[in-house]
Nanobody, 122 residues
Framework: QVQLEESGGGLVQAGGSLRLSCAAS????????MAWFRQAPGKEREFVAA????????YHADSVKGRFTISRGNAKNTVYLQMASLKPEDTAVYYC???????????????WGQGTQVTVSS
């Protein structure tokens, strides 16, 4: 089994920055992918970014491209989401996910963290 735990969320003013971390325990993913999704109240879960653990390729949603960056930690059991130039519309619960492919659909991921709240004030 794989357990994922997000951290780093909080309250930040518009224009500020946060770095989210996702720590994996149990089985580690030497191949496959990890990703970040977010979900605001009353909205569907939205793809944010993904990283291939095979070749390091990254993918970012248009809504966050140029502002957010996904990366893999040196420990290989941690993935980060560096968020800059935050906007109120970025407010959501952010979820870490792990799966076999770096897709954009939630159904493509087998493991999920419990989420961490990010609130951006104006």
């Amino acid at each position: 089994q794989v357990q994922l735990e997000e951290s780093g969320g909080g309250l930040v003013q518009a224009g500020g920055s946060l770095r989210l971390s996702c720590a994996a325990s149990g089985r580690t993913f030497w191949r496959g992918a990890m990703a970040w999704f977010r979900q605001a109240p009353g909205k569907e879960r939205e793809f944010v970014a993904a990283i291939s653990l095979t070749d390091g390729s990254t993918y970012h949603a248009d809504s966050v491209k140029g502002r957010f960056t996904i990366s893999r930690g040196n420990a290989k059991n941690t993935v980060y989401l560096q968020m800059a130039s935050l906007k109120p519309e970025d407010t959501a619960v952010y979820y870490c996910a792990a799966g076999n492919v770096a897709g954009r659909g939630p159904y493509e991921y087998d493991y999920w963290g419990q989420g961490t709240q990010v609130t951006v004030s104006s």
